[in-house]
């Protein structure tokens, strides 16, 4: 009785271990190197941080990419995830095509959409052979901040939908047809089953999509430096900089406690606005 009683500790004192020593003192570390500020005090790093020319820009970039990218890629995954549920043959097939770029690294990826959008770039060659323009066009230039955002946008929706789209498709498959089946005959039209039906039961797995890629997406930089490197400056970006180029690993660490504390706040909001109840989650 006495080793039944501790065997699920005994199962998850592995886990416990790792995460106590690759994260919890990682993390510690990482917050007193950001109150250790010297001669400027207990939040000297944090004065440098905030005075740091780049910071408001960094902020707004960071806020501006997360607010494009996670909607998109919340509807782009819901649409998918619908379609698929609608798929009689070949669903597996699609569902791991559409899959792919979760095999590739975020920098890969960047390099990617670099090969398609820069001057001499795929996109570019394509559209001058269709006689759509004259000559090569910066997408990617400082000058035209539009295009290099929206270039941004497109490679992180491409690399990271699938992470969402494999989260809900994988609650919708745990809502059953009969719901809809009942719901078509009492007259109810697709669009009404899908806001009455659908999402409602889905909540659980939007909640969990939506914490996890919104995590993700404030921690943005591989694909961003790949496209605009300094020109696009981003929250982790930044500490990127602080911590190799200017060799001040306590301003690299307040702006890496920032975004922890910005990712906390963001699923705080989540857990709140998305609030399941616990049978729900049964």
């Not at 919104?214 to 981003?234: C, D, I, K, Q, S």
């Amino acid at each position: 009785m006495t080793a039944n009683r501790w065997l699920p500790y005994a199962l998850i004192a592995p886990a416990a271990i790792f995460l106590a020593v690759f994260f919890v003192v990682p993390l510690v570390q990482t917050i007193q190197l950001s109150f250790d500020g010297g001669a400027g005090g207990l939040f000297g790093n944090y004065t440098r941080m905030v005075g740091d020319i780049n910071f408001a820009a960094a902020l707004r970039n960071t806020f501006m990419l997360v607010l494009l990218v996670v909607p998109l890629q919340v509807a782009l995954a819901l649409a998918m995830g619908m379609m698929l549920q609608r798929m009689d043959r070949g669903r597996d097939l699609v569902l791991w095509i559409w899959t792919i770029p979760l095999g590739v690294s975020d920098l890969a990826a960047g390099l990617v959409w670099l090969a398609i959008l820069q001057n001499t770039g795929f996109l570019n060659s394509l559209l001058f052979q269709l006689g759509l323009l004259a000559g090569p066009t910066a997408w990617l230039n400082a000058e035209s901040p539009v295009t290099l955002i929206a270039g941004i946008v497109a490679a992180e929706v491409w690399r990271a939908t699938a992470v969402v789209l494999v989260i809900l498709f994988g609650g919708l498959q745990l809502i059953p047809r009969e719901f809809d089946e009942a719901a078509a005959i009492f007259g109810a039209s697709p669009w009404r089953r899908f806001t009455r039906i659908t999402l409602p039961l889905l909540k659980p797995s939007l909640q969990s999509a939506l914490i996890l890629r919104t995590v993700l997406a404030f921690e943005v930089f591989a694909v961003v430096y790949a496209l605009g490197g300094r020109n696009v400056p981003v929250l982790v970006g930044e500490a990127y900089v602080w911590q190799n180029e200017n060799q001040n690993y306590g301003v690299a660490a307040a702006y890496a406690v920032l975004v922890m504390a910005i990712s906390l706040a963001s699923t705080v909001v989540w857990l709140r606005v998305l609030r399941v109840a616990p049978e729900a989650r049964e």
